[in-house]
């Protein structure tokens, strides 16, 4: 039984839950379960990686380096030559093969999770892990490298995501905090804690004793120090008086304001906010 919505859960004391598990991650030759013809974003920001062997993990992360830098494994690389490791010619396989010889001790079925962070360790990269049994979401990321690639499991399957933006449709990708988003003015990264939202400014005390009004965009400042420094941030949005819902200046939102009324952030609805029961409820992080 699927509930669509909260509203309509009935009332039980005693209940049988489903969980599917996610066997995380295994690449080979295996067979995929996205068609990705019928997603034109998808389709047009991944590299397919087409192989007769059970490599295409190794294969999709050589393939993802080459256009991030001009030397694999000792190899120099030109356009030419990067454009046949896409297109799957023998360069690939010998790169895919040094790579695992590297390793010396890896799955030959398909790469698991440790190969995977053996891989990490030898090149000193990043590598992340979106997964089309999980709705497209980001699976797995490294820790933190100046390398970053962005690989795709389907199924059994890996290929290559050369645009993270593109592949969600968006503008923009926010590779810190994993968050697509249309401009580049709006985006309030959550791993930028420490920079104040008012003056965008290191953070300063956040203590509410001192804190100033301002009468123009109708939102309080930390201090004297804040309130002259939010002059840009005031210039472009302002708060609702009545909703306290932080509104663009000079924009058709602005204009067609309804107090009660935003975005909802799951099934992207206009709705009001204080009545809504979504239906599409957010992932839990694990």
């Known amino acids: 039984m699927r509930f669509q919505n909260s509203l309509f859960l009935p009332t039980i ?5 489903q969980v599917q598990i996610v066997n995380i991650p295994r690449g080979s030759k295996g067979n995929k379960i996205l068609n990705l013809a019928n997603d034109i974003h998808t389709k047009r920001s991944i590299i397919k990686i087409n192989n007769d062997d059970n490599l295409c993990c190794p294969r999709a992360i050589i393939v993802a380096l080459s256009p991030q830098t001009n ?5 120099e690389l030109d356009s030419n030559k990067i454009k046949q490791l896409k297109m799957g010619r023998k360069i690939q396989k010998d790169l895919t093969l040094k790579l695992c010889n590297m390793l010396k001790e890896y799955n030959e079925e398909g790469f698991t999770l440790d190969d995977i962070q053996n891989v990490e360790k030898i090149l000193d990269i990043q590598i992340n892990i979106v997964c089309a049994e999980s709705l497209n979401a980001l699976i797995y990321k490294g820790d933190d490298k100046e390398t970053k ?14 645009s993270m933006a593109g592949f969600y449709g968006s503008s ?7 968050k697509t988003y249309k401009n580049k003015n709006e985006h309030e990264c959550v791993k930028d804690k420490n920079v104040c939202k ?3 400014r290191p953070e300063h005390s956040s203590s509410t004793k001192n804190k100033i009004y301002c009468q123009k965009c109708n939102r309080y400042c930390y201090n004297q120090e804040c309130l002259d420094d939010h002059f840009f ?5 302002r708060k609702c008086i009545d909703c306290n819902k932080i509104c663009k200046r000079f924009t058709k939102l602005d204009d067609i304001h309804k107090c009660g009324f935003r ?11 204080n009545e809504h029961q979504c239906y599409m409820q957010p992932r839990l992080a694990l």
């Open 13 to 17: 004391t005693e209940t049988t839950f």
């Open 71 to 75: 030397n694999i494994l000792d190899h």
């Open 149 to 162: 690639i962005y690989l795709y499991k389907n199924g059994n399957h890996f290929d290559v995501i050369k």
């Open 172 to 178: 923009y990708y926010c590779e810190k905090c994993n």
């Open 198 to 200: 008012l003056c965008q």
């Open 233 to 237: 941030v005031c210039m472009y949005v």
């Open 263 to 273: 975005e909802c952030r799951n099934c992207q609805e206009e709705v009001k906010i």
